[in-house]
């Protein structure tokens, strides 16, 4: 029987601009890349040139590190081009798509009769094997670790945010084969978490050989951290692995096809956007060929994923490989006339700021102005109210500021990852990137327990 968490701390932020639960149909997009910079602490190897002819499923780059892990291409085609940053750091590996999928091919079976280490060896072999990420650390799984659990949160409940009710239908065998995968590769449970408060698919309530937990509250109960400390406490020295629904899926297509079909479907949201949807695409994609003739004209932000905790891009930009959704809103480079001390009804606030506070449903459109400087960053009491961990943030994020180990694992620096931050960036009158000290802090961990 599946267990009920509530969590009561947190803040869910109504915009405009939610996907309208319906399949768009758009020509497929010529351009795909992938990111190094989307895998924390890679240091890539690259095994192709341009110019080179690759397939769905053929080695783009290797991690310098730990080479066994491979970064394959989402689509057959050719590898155009290799963009770099500053001290030539590699930033996309951009492929340019057939017309025609051909895929490599890898190994098929069913999981309950293959080893573990066939199962791992596949999932490497095929580029795969970064789809799972670990805790602590939020960095991409290490092959040769046995993790406790694994977990999968099958909602989100960021702004905007996709709904993985709507996206899993007519993949629920794949889903299946996926979490039958996994459940091999722990002596632990697959835990499912889906949201209390709405019935939920029937591919994540009824999937066999997992542990199905409900959760209810406010933003973040979506959040796989928020989860693992509920259900499963993460201890040091212990693992947990985690990853997407529809990475799930992809595993799943692995065993039971043999090839790397990297098959999405994406929500593009935001208020900017004129027509909010659903739409199946292949990840890793260019965004043209769904922002085209779709967004309202003037300076906008294009972020892959949320508005929380999602990167920004170009208009022509790449799909994160981690991201289900695309979100467009206004830029806030203008200045405001008298700022707070207007009426603001149609300004959204996590206080009563505002008089929209008497207005709780309405769905604001909001900019990327920052509504103010960086100031001292001083005790306020305002994160504590929407973290639902039980951490102290300000005490954690002081000690990552001053680089003391012993204080930062006391204070759970093993437990959270950046967008378990997110909403008290959102609220903190200092204007503290807190998800970027996050990282820092987790980056010196790495360091310090390599």
Known sequence: ????????????????????????????????????????GLVPRLQVKEGADVKAGSVLFTDKNRPDIC??????????????????????????????????????????????????????KSGLWPVLRQRPYNII??????????????FDSAPLAPDYDFIIMGMEEDFQAGINVLSRLTPGKVHININDEYPASTAFSQARYAQVNRFR????????????????????GEIIWVLNVQDVVTIGRLFKTGKYDLSRVVALTGSEVKNPRYYRTTGCSSIHHLVRDNVREGQNRYIS?????????????????????ITVIPEGNH???????????????????FWSWLLPRREYVVDTNLHGGQRAFVLTGLYEKVF????????????????????????????????DFALCEFVD?????????????????????S
């Open 1 to 40: 029987m599946s267990r009920v968490f509530s969590v009561r701390k947190g803040l869910n932020i109504s915009l405009a601009g939610r996907a309208e639960k319906v399949f768009a149909k758009v020509e497929p997009s010529d351009l795909y890349a992938l990111k190094p910079p989307d895998f924390h």
């Open 71 to 124: 970064f394959t291409s989402p689509v057959s085609g050719k590898v155009t081009s290799i963009n770099r940053g500053e001290r030539r750091i590699i930033l996309e590996v951009v492929v340019k798509a057939d017309k025609d999928n051909v895929y490599e091919t890898f190994r098929t079976g069913d999981p309950f009769t293959m080893s573990r280490e066939d199962i791992v060896d596949n999932l490497l």
């Open 141 to 154: 799984a290490n092959p040769r670790d046995v993790p406790k659990s694994v977990f999968i949160s099958a």
């Open 217 to 236: 509250g406010p933003h973040p109960s979506g959040n796989v951290g928020v989860q693992i400390q509920r259900v499963d406490p993460l201890n040091k």
């Open 305 to 325: 994923g949320n508005v929380l905790t999602g990167t920004r891009i170009a208009s022509e930009g790449f799909l994160g490989y981690y991201d289900s959704q």
């Open 335 to 353: 200045f405001e006339f008298l700022g707070w001390a207007m009426p603001g009804f149609n300004k959204y606030s996590a206080s009563r700021t």
């Open 388 to 419: 639902p961990m039980d951490i102290h943030p300000m005490q954690l994020l002081k000690a990552i500021m001053a680089e003391d180990i012993d204080q930062m694992e006391k204070l759970g620096i093993y437990e959270v990852a950046e967008e």
């Open 429 to 449: 009158p200092s204007k503290t990137e807190m998800q970027a000290l996050v990282r820092k802090g987790l980056d010196t961990m790495i360091r310090e327990m």
